[in-house]
C-alpha cells in the first residue's frame, strides 16, 4: 500500500467532506456524529483491508497517514475514533462487515500534520463545565482523543480516577508516530500545546508569505525529508 494512495484519500475528504470536523467535534451534535465518523472511516479501513491482502506478512503491514489544514482534523479524528472503538472491543465504522478496530490501531504506524488547524478547533471546542460534571468530561474527552495533553477526566476535581488503559492498546498509540508541521506565517495552523505531542516531532518552518505560507509546506524538501527520516526509515 503506497503513501500516495493514502494521502490521496486524506486530501481528498477535506475538500469534499469540509464540514465533518465541526459537526462531529461540536457536543451539541452527538446525534449526527455516528454518521460522520462512519464516513471518515472509509477513508481508512479499505487501505488497511487492501494493505493487509497485497503484502506477503499481512501482520506487520503499517499505514502512514499524511494530511494537510482541514484533513488533519478529518484524519486525527478517524484514528481517534478507531481507539475509541478498541477500548470495547468493537468493530471499525464504515463499510460492511468491518474488521476489529484494534486490528486498525495495530496497523496504525504514524500520522503527518501539516497546516493543522487542531489547536484552534479544540480551543473553540473543548469543554468548559466543572470537573465534576462526569459524563460530559467523558464525552469531550472521547471526541477530541486520545492524544489530548491532559483530558478533561484527569482535571483536580474529578470526582472518579481516570479509568486505565489496557496495556495492548496503551502500546499501539505510543507506537503511533506523530509529527506535525507548522509555520508561524500561516494564520491557519499553529504548534500543537494542547496535545500530547513531543517538542522534537513540532518542526516550524520559516516561510516567508503570509498566509500564502498554508500551502508552501507541498513544495518544502525539507519536510519531506524529515517526515520521510522519523516515519518511513
Known sequence: MSLIKCLASIILSAMTLPTLHSQARCPGNIASLPFHLAQRSRIIVPLVINGQAETDTPAT????????????????????????????????????????????????????????????????????????????????????????????????????????????????EQHLQWINVWAPMDPFCGKLFFYDLPEAMQLKRWYCTPILAHLTYWRDPKMYSFFADELLC
Do not use: W
Not at 102 to 116: K, N, Q
Not at 138 to 152: A, T, Y
Open 61 to 172: 503491514f503499517e499505514l502512514v497517514i499524511a494530511a494537510h489544514s482541514l484533513g488533519t482534523v478529518i484524519a486525527y479524528d478517524t484514528i481517534n475514533d478507531h481507539f475509541n472503538r478498541a477500548r470495547i472491543g468493537a468493530p471499525a465504522a464504515g463499510p460492511d462487515q468491518p474488521p476489529p478496530a484494534m486490528d486498525v490501531c495495530s496497523h496504525l504506524r504514524g500520522l503527518l500534520t501539516f497546516g493543522s488547524p487542531l489547536n484552534k478547533v479544540y480551543y473553540f471546542f473543548r469543554d468548559r463545565s466543572a470537573p465534576e460534571a462526569l459524563l460530559r468530561s467523558q464525552i469531550v474527552d472521547g471526541l477530541h482523543g486520545f492524544r489530548l495533553l491532559v483530558p478533561n477526566a484527569e482535571l483536580p476535581g474529578a470526582p472518579l480516577e481516570p479509568v486505565p488503559e489496557h496495556p495492548t492498546l496503551a502500546a499501539l
